[in-house]
């Protein structure tokens, strides 16, 4: 076949509904890269306690827990195209109160609200929007859309930040919220455009193949995310690893405005000229994973991960924080990617989107409380030695992923669609 015609030659850029998918991914993920900086500040502006914004981070952080206990049944059985819009639109309608409420005065009550059912609706969409990948182009052309998709989503954390930053410090942060909030419109009216394919193996996705109870077909992605060593020795690790690091962010901005005296602006700036780390992680975890495998690349990214929040611990200047923080962004773009391909890689379609939010939701189950500790600590007891003890940590969950599959993990063979389907999963005639 000639390369004029060659479907899986052709630019991903000429595909109409990719492109359209891509535009809508990326104006989502702007709109998280805004809220990313906009709501801590709300918060610390309001209160001028940390403690405050690590309490809310839990709380959303529970709610998307919660939401993905149910989230990868709902991606299986309906419509993901129409679960993204109707999560778009959501979060659209809620975060817009935020900016009109607050004409009156802080309201920090109302993002108590807001944020965790905003996380729940965002967990739903994220979950949705993994497993649509493989209902929007061949399967020779994933892994390219992948990288694209994660290379988009990169450039949004480094511009997101910063623009997010100028604009508090310009407008106020309620102003920053509200542009996260017409992001999430751009972001429904680009999905709208798009028209997935129908799954190529497993149920129809209309809601009625399935008699189970949803609990049931939940656990049936967690049993698989369970009986595979390396899936289950990642999402085990991972669970410290958030543990030690969701409330990172909320330490972070507390550090910059606080403690080394930073603006809005300033803390715009550190956010997002560190998460020039993630689009250097997208770029060298292909070539990593190739040359070393998937083992130490893992491991070596988290264990990067650690040596740079001892740094933060260390450094007293904005430099040297923004450098570090990216070196840790760097680690975490390069340790995700490699354990999302692979749970791709070794997973049936029609448990995908069970088996991701089995995998996310347990292994964010810790974050929460990880988000209020590390937050009161370092109230408490000052950054500095929050870092170090947070660092020593993640050097301990690489140390642990030596012990585990994890060290000689590859890319293992999908199970055999029937060995995992259960009756709720079965093609119906």
């Not at 310009?170 to 992001?183: D, E, H, L, Q, W």
């Not at 690489?398 to 063979?413: D, H, Q, Y």
Request: a positive charge; glycine letters at 12%; aromatic letters at 8%.
């Amino acid at each position: 076949m000639s390369r004029r015609t060659d479907p899986v030659r052709r630019p991903l850029w000429r595909d109409r509904d990719f492109g359209a998918y891509w535009a809508a991914q990326s104006l989502s993920a702007a709109g998280d890269s805004f809220a990313y900086l906009a709501v801590p500040l709300l918060v610390l502006h309001a209160t001028g306690s940390v403690a405050r914004m690590g309490l809310l981070t839990a709380v959303a952080g529970a709610a998307s827990v919660g939401a993905g206990i149910f989230g990868g049944v709902l991606v299986d059985r309906y419509d993901r195209r129409k679960l993204m819009i109707t999560a778009d639109l959501l979060r659209l309608v809620l975060y817009a109160l935020v900016p009109l409420a607050w004409l009156g005065g802080p309201q920090v009550w109302l993002l108590f609200v807001v944020l965790p059912i905003c996380e729940a609706a965002g967990m739903v969409f994220q979950v949705a929007a993994v497993t649509a990948v493989r209902n929007l182009v061949d399967r020779p052309r994933i892994t390219e859309a992948n990288g694209r998709l994660q290379a988009t989503y990169a450039a949004a954390a480094v511009l997101g930040p910063l623009l997010a930053g100028v604009v508090a410090a310009r407008f106020g942060a309620p102003a920053a919220i509200a542009v996260n909030a017409a992001s999430f419109a751009l972001s429904a009216v680009g999905l709208w455009l798009v028209r997935l394919r129908r799954p190529d193996e497993g149920p129809a996705v209309d809601g009625t193949a399935g008699r189970q109870s949803r609990l049931a077909e939940f656990l049936a992605g967690a049993r698989f995310l369970w009986r595979q060593p390396v899936l289950r020795s990642l999402t085990v690790l991972l669970s410290v690893f958030i543990f030690l690091t969701y409330g990172l962010t909320d330490v972070l901005v507390f550090h910059v405005k606080h403690d080394l005296g930073g603006s809005d602006r300033t803390v715009g700036t550190v956010l997002g000229l560190a998460a020039l780390g993630t689009i250097v992680g997208a770029l060298l975890v292909a070539p990593l994973r190739r040359r070393r495998g998937f083992g130490t690349t893992w491991i070596g990214a988290h264990a990067m991960c650690g040596l740079a929040i001892v740094g933060i611990g260390l450094v007293g200047d904005v430099r040297g924080v923004t450098v570090l923080m990216a070196v840790y962004l760097c680690g975490v773009s390069v340790g995700g990617i490699c354990s999302m391909s692979l749970r791709q890689e070794i997973t049936p379609d029609h448990l995908l989107g069970r088996v991701t939010s089995a995998f996310w939701s347990t292994h964010y189950s810790l974050g929460p409380a990880g988000a209020a500790v590390l937050t009161w600590a370092a109230s408490r007891h000052g950054v500095s030695a929050v870092a170090l003890v947070a660092g020593a940590g993640c050097l301990l969950v690489a140390v642990g992923g030596l012990f585990t599959p994890i060290r000689r993990a590859g890319a293992e063979p999908a199970a055999h669609p029937a060995e995992f389907r259960s009756p709720a999963t079965s093609p119906t005639s």
